[in-house]
């Protein structure tokens, strides 16, 4: 055993006891407080500038619960008031206008609606262009108010569904082929 833990002294002699002079300091201390320090100011400085940019955000773009600006989310889908101008395409499955109110599209160049298959090739498109209507399809008709078909197109034939072909161009009407109709009339003041 190490002797210098058991001594003791006895009465009447003084012999004092070795103080240990050990003394640990817990914490951080010096630069290193100051750099701990400071890298929690500037992390509260951040926090501060996100939630101020963050509120300027949602006050800049009008969020509110219901949705964005004049775009409003409801149950049907989307809902969007008032004016609005799209940069790149629109995917939509429905677009409609109010029931009191026109829906209108304003283009520079044109407006062309594509309407799409599973895969997302073309399979019909309607070109509206300052200056033509264009459509591209296998097929294009065009019906009455209560569904009557009035003109159909294919690549084999054209039809026209009303009681009545009426040409009123100066020129007449003219056939390059053979014309097949059980009834031929003019106007009654003009010649046929």
């Not at 026109?102 to 309407?115: D, E, G, K, P």
Request: charged share 20%.
């Amino acid at each position: 055993m190490v002797r210098e833990q058991y001594t003791t002294s006895t009465q009447g002699t003084n012999i004092e006891r070795p103080e240990k002079h050990y003394v640990y300091n817990i914490g951080i201390y010096g630069w290193r407080k100051r750099c701990l320090y400071l890298f929690v100011l500037l992390l509260i400085i951040i926090l501060l500038v996100n939630f101020a940019l963050t509120i300027w955000i949602l006050k800049v773009m009008w969020f509110s619960p219901s949705g964005m600006g004049h775009l409003r989310v409801t149950s049907e889908g989307l809902r969007l008031e008032g004016e609005s101008e799209f940069l790149y395409p629109l995917y939509a499955k429905e677009i409609r206008s109010r029931e009191d109110d026109s829906l209108l599209l304003h283009s520079s160049q044109n407006v062309t609606v594509n309407a799409r298959n599973l895969d997302g090739h073309v399979t019909g498109r309607l070109t509206v262009g300052p200056d033509a209507v264009e459509t591209h399809g296998r097929h294009f008709q065009i019906n009455s108010r209560d569904g009557k078909m009035l003109f159909s197109v294919n690549e084999k034939e054209v039809l026209v569904g009303t009681d009545k072909l009426r040409v009123t161009g100066p020129q007449g009407a003219l056939f390059e082929h053979s014309v097949e109709t059980p009834l031929v009339r003019a106007e009654s003041s003009k010649q046929l």
